[in-house]
């Protein structure tokens, strides 16, 4: 009967998802439609999709197994992923809105690349290659995430859930392209918040208010209450610097950073703005919450850290709401993936095939068509962790792109080669970090890398006249 009240919620909420595509793809007339809708997001759907996206399985999952494992030493990740929202909304969003529309740009590389001529091509090769490794490995983690949640709730074969899920992801952005995802991912959104709510409230009146809270903790460990987890001088400071790093990395996300791209205009930006960083704080800090409280509240401590949500939600919850939260879970694995997708798409039928006929959105659909397959094929056969999946593909992303976007949007265009040499120092010196013991330890990657990109992006910027760059 658990089961039945599980997969009965499932159902309502995946029907609703394919509702929504059905009804996107009659909004969906050509590529600008499929990539960017329009231009016409409002301020509720761009907020709440972004936010979204940018939130996958390791935000509900990750964040609150953190605080169940470290304690308050977690407490860094709010104020990280906080000044990521509000690095993107006040100083990316408003000027990406408008230079986009003016250049005509559908997707960041098309932004950064500055044309179609012969000095732009490596660029846009270059930036192609990265933005498919990266999210391609991101979508596998989102299915293998999405395959391990179904299977260990009904008992499925695995390979069956990673399929299972992935065909959900592949119907509702195929049926709309951008129009759908951004809208699911809006509903998604609102499932999240919800959860994020809900389920730490629950948990902590049930551990007794704050001090319960902190008396668990205390009894697990009582390292738990040092919110520099033992460390002391340099080590701690690196753990601060390296936790508020993860924030450098939201504005080279081109699956979040192409919703500013859509906004309709100022005034829904602006609202958007304070939806989104409403939304990031209700999220980020209701998942802490839910990890420590875990500490009190749970009967039988998980073996893994990042179930500590699903067992909260299982021990505190009747069927039907633990159903919903699962759903929640499982958005935020999708949003992730499907926004993934769309970009993955949008490269190889709009950045490598730069042809804009009556084809481009069948060539963006069977696109997505193939890419999912292959992120299939990843989750199945790549035998990686999420965690590990997740922080390459955000890592690299992030000081790929991130400081080359900034200092476009702030000083200017950016010459071919200095953008490119940006570009691949970001991506190689995140990468070389990540896989060196010794420096990975140090400080998280994406610092180091961030630092280093954003020097050749600051040489070679033409610095042009502040009215014409905002």
């Known amino acids: 009967m658990k089961d039945f009240a599980i997969l009965l919620t499932l159902v309502v909420y995946h029907l609703l998802l394919f509702g929504i595509g059905a009804w996107a793809a009659r909004r969906t007339r050509d590529g600008a439609d499929f990539f960017l809708g329009g231009r016409r997001l409002g301020p509720w759907v761009a907020a709440l999709s972004s936010a979204a996206s940018s939130s996958s399985a390791w935000t509900l999952l990750g964040v609150s197994g953190a605080a169940f494992r470290y304690g308050l030493g977690a407490i860094w990740l709010l104020p990280a992923c906080l000044g990521g929202f509000a690095l993107n909304w006040y100083l990316v969003a408003p000027r990406l ?53 179904f299977a260990e709730t009904f008992s499925m074969d695995f390979e069956e859930a990673v399929i299972t899920g992935g065909a959900v992801v592949l ?19 609102m499932v999240m918040a919800i959860s994020s709510v809900v389920v730490p409230a629950a948990a902590l009146w049930v551990a007794g208010g704050p001090s319960g809270m902190l008396a668990g903790l205390e009894r697990a460990d009582a390292l738990l209450l040092d919110p520099f987890r033992g460390l002391a001088g340099f080590a ?23 919703r500013f791209m859509a906004l309709r205009d100022d005034k829904a930006l602006a609202q958007g703005r304070r939806i989104a960083m409403g939304w990031a704080l209700i999220l980020y800090s209701g998942m802490l919450l839910a ?11 998980p073996e893994d850290s990042e179930a500590v949500l699903l067992s909260l939600t ?77 922080l390459f593909a955000w890592s690299g992303l992030g000081a790929a792109f991130g400081p080359l976007l900034l200092v476009r949007l702030w ?32 400080i998280y990657e994406l610092v180091p890398a961030f630092l280093l990109a954003l020097i050749p992006a600051w040489l070679g910027a033409k610095r042009q006249a502040s009215s014409s760059a905002a």
Request: with cysteine; charged share 10%; hydrophobic share 50%.
């Open 236 to 258: 701690a400071l690196g753990l601060v610097l390296g936790t508020l790093g993860i924030g450098l990395g939201y504005p080279g996300q081109p699956h979040v950073v192409n």
């Open 171 to 189: 119907v509702y952005t195929l049926l709309g392209g951008f129009w759908a995802v951004s809208l699911t991912d809006s509903v998604q959104g």
């Open 314 to 390: 299982l021990q505190l919850f009747p069927p039907l709401v633990a159903g919903i939260i699962l759903a929640a879970v499982l958005s935020a694995i999708m949003s992730t993936a499907d926004s993934q997708l769309l970009v993955c798409a949008s490269t190889v039928s709009h950045d490598l095939s730069r042809k804009q006929d009556r084809h481009a959105l069948f060539r963006g659909r069977v696109a997505v068509f193939f890419i999912a397959g292959i992120a299939v094929f990843l989750a199945l056969k790549v035998e990686e962790t999420i965690f590990k999946k997740v």
């Open 97 to 149: 809105r408008r230079q986009s529309a003016h250049s005509d740009a559908v997707t960041l590389t098309d932004f950064l690349a500055e044309g179609d001529g012969n000095a732009a091509r490596p660029f846009r090769f270059s930036a192609s290659l990265i933005v498919l490794l990266c999210l391609g490995v991101y979508v596998s983690s989102q299915f293998q995430a999405a395959g391990t949640t």
């Open 411 to 442: 000083r200017g265009p950016v010459a071919p080669p200095w953008a490119l040499a940006s570009t691949w120092i970001g991506f190689v010196v995140s990468v070389i970090w990540y896989m060196t013991p010794s420096l990975k330890g140090a």
């Open 291 to 301: 990890g420590w409280c875990g500490r009190s509240v749970l009967e039988t401590m």
